[in-house]
């Protein structure tokens, strides 16, 4: 048999292609900056804690309820 690259040649460029291709489209994203993933984040952590505490307090006034009106 005989050895063909063709094939291996043909793979090769169009894997070299590819990464070509994704590093243009990586060129063309606009990254946030630090202070802004910063911001962003703390931004979710304090609704989250607000939110969570809102369910807490509406959890427990509603079991509250609900164990008074059983012992009527």
């Known amino acids: 048999m005989a050895e063909n ?3 291996t040649e043909v793979v090769t460029k ?3 292609d590819w990464f070509k291709g994704l ?3 990586f ?3 606009s990254w946030t900056t630090k202070d ?3 911001k962003q984040t ?3 952590v304090v609704v ?3 939110l969570g505490l809102l369910i807490a307090v509406i959890d427990f006034l509603l079991q509250t309820g609900i164990n008074f ?3 009527l």
């Open 14 to 16: 169009k894997g070299k």
């Open 27 to 29: 060129h063309k994203i």
């Open 23 to 25: 590093k243009a489209e």
């Open 36 to 38: 802004d993933v910063t």
């Open 48 to 50: 989250s804690v607000i």
């Open 69 to 71: 009106l059983v012992k």
């Open 42 to 44: 703390v931004a979710v």
């Open 5 to 7: 690259n063709n094939g």
